[in-house]
């Protein structure tokens, strides 16, 4: 990659025509590139630490992972560059006047918007400020990963009359000094419908039971409701429902070494599966 290059080529797309399932997945911060964006990164810094590592596995959409061909054959959009090039699930204009100086309305206040100028754990990951010209080229990247996404959900919607968005996250298993819960341990799984507003109640439902019966603690909304994707793409008026599933990180890698554990992965793999299948069969109300 290099900051010349398209924006598609930062974002793994696949859009079916016509579309096979009314589901669409979203994962954007699974990616750990940052070749070209990397000029005004910390030396050394390790992307891995605030990504969602595997996460595109787990759901079977990693463009470079063999095991997932053919696990999931509807359309699907993966981000390839690390959060802290640019955050796909923030407004691009959420920064702050440390971050981009010349931006003219900045309004993040804690260093962690669009742009990510600290971590979780309050390390700094920015050498030197972006120039106006580095924030638009990741904005242009924003641009096409959400493009992609209401592509595909328009495609959907078409066909069936209804699409639904699932986007994939996963979360440090105890809050860190930067979350507003810092040092609690967190439910198995985190669903966010931004308190009940962006998708219909039965898909809420739908979820949540398939969790539970699979034996995961369940909690909505808490500490997550859902960022810039549930919000900007579910609109249940519009029969357009987005649903942001966040997973605890020790349910399947080692968090600490950042590698997989086989056993735990499998069975986390197993239920995710099923509920792509749950989803595909799933008619609102």
């Known amino acids: 990659m290099n900051s010349g290059a398209p924006a598609s080529f930062q974002v793994h797309v696949r859009v079916c025509a016509p579309p096979a399932s009314p589901l669409v997945l979203s994962i954007p911060h699974a990616g750990i590139g940052t070749a070209g964006f990397d000029a005004a990164m910390v030396a050394g810094l390790d992307v891995r630490n605030d990504g969602d590592l595997f996460v595109d596995r787990l759901y079977g959409v990693a463009p470079d992972d063999p095991a997932s061909a053919g696990v999931w054959a509807g359309p699907y959009v993966v981000a390839g560059l690390s959060r ?9 204009d959420d920064v702050s006047p440390q971050a981009v100086p010349e931006h003219p309305a900045p309004r993040n206040a804690d260093g962690r918007g669009f742009i990510w100028a600290v971590t979780t754990e309050g390390k700094p990951t920015m050498s030197r400020p972006l120039t106006l010209a580095e924030w638009q080229a990741r904005r242009d990247v924003h641009a096409a990963y959400h493009g992609a996404i209401r592509e595909a959900l328009d495609r959907a919607r078409a066909r069936f009359g209804f699409a ?122």
């Not at 802290?84 to 691009?92: E, G, I, T, Y």
């Not at 669903?191 to 398939?210: I, K, M, N, Y």
């Open 84 to 92: 802290f090039v640019c955050d796909m699930n923030r407004d691009p």
């Open 164 to 285: 639904v968005l699932l986007d994939g996250h996963s979360m440090p298993s105890v809050g860190r000094t930067g979350h507003k819960d810092p040092g609690r341990p967190r439910a198995d799984v985190v669903p966010g419908d931004r308190d009940g507003t962006s998708c219909s109640p039965a898909l809420s439902r739908l979820v949540e039971a398939h969790f539970r019966s699979a034996g995961y603690t369940v909690a909505f909304n808490e500490p997550y409701k859902g960022g810039f994707i549930t919000a900007h793409h579910g609109r249940p008026h519009d029969h357009v429902h987005a649903i942001q599933i966040e997973l605890r990180r020790d349910l399947y890698m080692d968090e600490a070494n950042f590698t997989m554990l086989p056993e735990r992965a499998a069975r986390l793999q197993q239920t995710l599966r099923a509920l792509l299948a749950s989803l595909d069969a799933f008619r609102p109300g």
